[in-house]
C-alpha cells in the first residue's frame, strides 16, 4: 500500500485508514502517537475537529510542512519549530541527526534530560512508544 492521496478528495490514504480505524475513539480528549508514516499536518487537523490530538514524527516531504522548520539548518540540541492558529506545532531538534515533530498537544517546550535540552513532544512519543513495545 502507498501513502498516495486518494483521487477524489486529496486526502492521504493513510489518513482515512486512521480515521476509520480510530472512529469510535474519536471526540473523547484521547492523543494518537503515530511515525512517519501516518504522520501529516493533514491528519492532525482532521484529528483536532474531532477532540482527539495527534504526536508523531513527520517526513520531511509532507505536504503542508512549514518550509523555514523543514528547512532550518540547526547545531546539536538546538530547536526550531512553528504553531499555527490552530494549535499544530512542528518542530525540528538537532540531536545526532534532525529529527521532525508533529504534536497537537505539545508546543516547543524543552525538559533537562542531564546535560541537555530535548523537546517534549519527543519525550513523550518515546515513552508511547516504549509502552506499546511491551505489550
Known sequence: MNNKE???DGV???DKLILELMNNLLDSGRTLFTDNWYTSV??????TTR????VGTLRSNRK???KNVITASLNRGQIFGMESDDGITVLKWK???DV????????????????RQKPVAIIDC??????IRCL
Open 64 to 66: 503542508c510542512n512549514p
Open 51 to 54: 477532540g482527539t490530538h495527534l
Open 126 to 131: 518515546n515513552a508511547a512508544k516504549s509502552f
Open 42 to 47: 493533514g491528519l492532525a487537523r482532521r484529528l
Open 100 to 115: 521532525l515533530m508533529l504534536s497537537t498537544k505539545h508546543g516547543i517546550q524543552t525538559t533537562n534530560i542531564g546535560q
Open 6 to 8: 486518494s483521487e477524489n
Open 95 to 97: 540531536d545526532k541527526g
Open 12 to 14: 492521504l490514504v493513510a
